[in-house]
Antibody, heavy 125, light 108 residues
Framework: QVQLVESGGGVVQPGGSLRLSCAAS????????MHWVRQAPGKGLEWVAF????????YYADSVKGRFTISRDNSKNTLYLQMNSLRAEDTAVYYC??????????????????WGKGTTVTVSS | DIQLTQSPSFLSASVGDRVTITCRAS??????LAWYQQKPGKAPKLLIY???TLQSGVPSRFSGSGSGTEFTLTISSLQPEDFATYYC??????????FGQGTKLEIK
């Protein structure tokens, strides 16, 4: 079945780095854009980053731009998030999600149809 | 940036009730809106996309409507498993998606 499994979370000191991974299975990973979305404790969902299916374009939320880097290895069916200069406010559960679209009425309608279970990142001294 | 405001933020209802959650966008987003359900400790689950299209496998008691700046998610008859937090998401500014702040649906 279609599945996303995140890993790499943990406790890190402010200013430190961490790399998250998201292993995909059950679909043609190289055909889909992928997202990272995070959720701080007790808070709502925040979109973090997106990478196109071929890695040609990457987009970031202002809150992480210049500190986080999204990448992918289509030969390994794996998505990554390199997080540098971590701050306390980066503490969150990080989810990877698959981008999907529907074409109707002359338009493309995008959405996130598959989500991983998340990995927890805690930034604390 | 497009902002989404959900109302109410908290909703108390009983099994069998009909409930409606509203999501308002700060500017027109046509029908580029999705709804997700999240239960405690779990990942979000897609319910509706393109404002009104039900995702495969989602019960028909869920429905979405709206276009432009105002959208609604309706649950026609609440079931025990529906008590959760619901988020709207705009997908107009692809791929810089944003979410509403969430609506927590609790048992009365």
């Amino acid at each position: 079945q279609v599945q996303l499994v995140e890993s790499g979370g943990g406790v890190v000191q402010p200013g430190g780095s961490l790399r998250l991974s998201c292993a995909a299975s059950g679909f043609t990973f190289s055909s889909y854009g992928m997202h990272w979305v995070r959720q701080a404790p007790g808070k709502g969902l925040e979109w973090v980053a997106f990478i196109r299916y071929d890695g040609s374009n990457k987009y970031y939320a202002d809150s992480v731009k210049g500190r986080f880097t999204i990448s992918r290895d289509n030969s390994k069916n794996t998505l990554y998030l390199q997080m540098n200069s971590l701050r306390a406010e980066d503490t969150a559960v990080y989810y990877c999600a698959k981008d999907q679209y529907y074409y109707g009425s002359g338009s493309y309608y995008y959405y996130m149809d598959v989500w991983g279970k998340g990995t927890t990142v805690t930034v604390s001294s | 940036d497009i902002q989404l405001t959900q109302s109410p933020s908290f909703l108390s209802a009983s099994v069998g009730d009909r409930v409606t959650i509203t999501c308002r966008a700060s500017q027109g987003i046509s029908s580029y809106l999705a709804w997700y359900q999240q239960k405690p400790g779990k990942a979000p689950k897609l319910l509706i996309y393109a404002a009104s299209t039900l995702q495969s496998g989602v019960p028909s008691r869920f429905s979405g409507s709206g276009s432009g700046t105002e959208f609604t998610l309706t649950i026609s008859s609440l079931q025990p498993e529906d008590f959760a937090t619901y988020y709207c998401q705009q997908l107009n500014s692809y791929p810089l998606y944003t979410f509403g702040q969430g609506t927590k649906l609790e048992i009365k």
